[in-house]
């Protein structure tokens, strides 16, 4: 999976440093954890001790930029990332953001094409992607509301 990265990045003529290598392996190993820099950032010392907080901080613009990894925020104030696994063409996963509990899931069927047909039909425009948020409670919570 790694060297799927890798030739993108070297397609835009960035190497695989050994520090954006180990910020890319945090990243994949937490594909499902939305990270924020910190985390990353601590996760990535523990692979390669001598990093700092900035190198990770402009590992992660870059790879931002390249569409490698995918950043969010979900109303508190925090920049969250995950790596982009899906093929090319393949529409973003939603996320489900719990008001209680703060935890974010993720659905991963893309149930839009619908829209993006009726999108296309009306306007011309035609959609490529997309970054949905859907804000709920999520079932734990519920459960612990019914509970209380
Ligand atoms: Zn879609
Ligand atoms: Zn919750
Ligand atoms: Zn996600």
């Given at each position: 999976m790694?060297?799927?990265?890798?030739?993108q990045l070297e397609r835009d003529s960035y190497r695989?440093?050994?520090?954006?290598?180990?910020?890319?392996?945090?990243?994949i190993a937490?594909?499902?954890?939305?990270l924020s820099a910190e985390e990353i950032f601590l996760h990535t010392r523990e692979i390669?001790?001598?990093?700092?907080?900035?190198?990770v901080y402009r590992n992660l613009e870059l790879l931002e930029k390249l569409g490698i990894i995918h950043r969010f925020d979900?109303?508190?104030?925090?920049?969250?990332?995950?790596?982009?696994?899906?093929e090319e063409g393949e529409h973003y996963h939603h996320h489900l953001i719990c008001r209680e509990c703060g935890s974010i899931g993720e659905f991963k069927s893309d149930l839009?094409?619908?829209?993006?047909?009726?999108?296309?039909?009306d306007t011309?425009?035609?959609?490529?992607?997309?970054?949905?948020?859907?804000?709920?409670?999520?079932?734990?919570c519920q459960k612990r509301q019914k509970d209380a």
């Open positions: 790694k060297e799927r990265f890798q030739v695989l440093t050994p520090q954006r290598e180990a910020v890319l392996d945090v990243l937490h594909a499902d954890d939305h390669y001790p001598d990093i700092g907080l900035a190198t979900y109303g508190d104030g925090q920049n969250r990332y995950e790596i982009r696994l899906t839009l094409e619908e829209v993006e047909k009726r999108i296309a039909d011309g425009f035609r959609v490529t992607d997309h970054c949905l948020r859907f804000f709920g409670i999520c079932a734990d």
